[in-house]
């Protein structure tokens, strides 16, 4: 039997083509009877990894696996990588993370009031929380709040406003606002979120 030669690597070597030399290697060394720790010492990895290509020639097994083992973000509801395992999916889809990490070295006291600022401008009042966290928001079935917070793509997260100020009404105040008093039936509030929920379901 002819020895598989592995292929010149270069910069634009793709990954799966790499993952497919070793397969091939491994069943071939396999065929001559070599042990699966042998196999692993000759092309250097481990002996499991040795294990998994040859139950697993193409990946087709470990992509379901992953599929299986994904989730769905907490703020996107797009899928989550399945690669750590069985239940230890992420709360979060990639992009979210990123943007999440962006978003604590961005967002800052003076930073965040600005932004209630030019919340109160385009809507005529000052964010509540459930605004500013879309999961919030479709818990209390206010999906329009949630789709708006994407949309305008430019407010900072609730927790990171609490994170700042320590209570919302705080960060309210120093924006210059009378924030809503604890209890008190905002109708104007209610009955536009109303209007919007109705349009969502139209």
């Given at each position: 039997m002819a020895t598989i030669e592995q292929p010149v690597s270069t910069g634009g070597e793709q990954r799966a083509a790499g993952r497919a030399w070793r397969v091939a290697r491994a069943r071939e060394l396999r065929e001559r009877g070599l042990l699966l720790r042998e196999i692993a010492a000759e092309i250097g990895v481990a002996t499991?990894?040795?294990?998994?290509?040859?139950?697993?020639?193409?990946?087709?097994?470990?992509?379901?696996?992953?599929?299986?083992?994904?989730?769905?973000?907490?703020?996107?509801?797009?899928?989550t990588?399945?690669?750590?395992?069985?239940?230890?999916?992420?709360?979060?889809?990639?992009?979210?993370?990123?943007?999440?990490?962006?978003?604590?070295?961005?967002?800052?006291?003076?930073?965040?009031?600005?932004?209630?600022?030019?919340?109160?401008?385009?809507?005529g009042h000052a964010p509540a929380a459930a605004d500013w966290n879309p999961d919030q928001a479709r818990r209390l079935g206010h999906h329009a709040r949630a789709a708006r917070f994407y949309a305008d793509g430019c407010w900072p997260w609730s927790p990171k406003v609490l994170s700042v100020f320590g209570r919302w009404n705080d960060a309210i105040r120093a924006a210059g606002f009378a924030p809503t008093p604890s209890g008190c039936y905002d109708r104007g509030r209610a009955n536009r979120l109303r209007e919007h929920r109705l349009k969502d379901a139209a």
């Amino acid at each position: 039997m002819a020895t598989i030669e592995q292929p010149v690597s270069t910069g634009g070597e793709q990954r799966a083509a790499g993952r497919a030399w070793r397969v091939a290697r491994a069943r071939e060394l396999r065929e001559r009877g070599l042990l699966l720790r042998e196999i692993a010492a000759e092309i250097g990895v481990a002996t499991q990894t040795v294990f998994a290509w040859l139950d697993d020639p193409d990946g087709c097994k470990l992509r379901e696996r992953k599929q299986r083992y994904g989730g769905v973000c907490v703020d996107c509801g797009a899928a989550t990588s399945g690669s750590d395992g069985r239940a230890c999916a992420p709360a979060r889809c990639g992009g979210c993370a990123q943007r999440r990490v962006g978003e604590r070295a961005r967002w800052t006291r003076a930073s965040i009031i600005e932004a209630i600022g030019e919340f109160e401008r385009r809507y005529g009042h000052a964010p509540a929380a459930a605004d500013w966290n879309p999961d919030q928001a479709r818990r209390l079935g206010h999906h329009a709040r949630a789709a708006r917070f994407y949309a305008d793509g430019c407010w900072p997260w609730s927790p990171k406003v609490l994170s700042v100020f320590g209570r919302w009404n705080d960060a309210i105040r120093a924006a210059g606002f009378a924030p809503t008093p604890s209890g008190c039936y905002d109708r104007g509030r209610a009955n536009r979120l109303r209007e919007h929920r109705l349009k969502d379901a139209a």
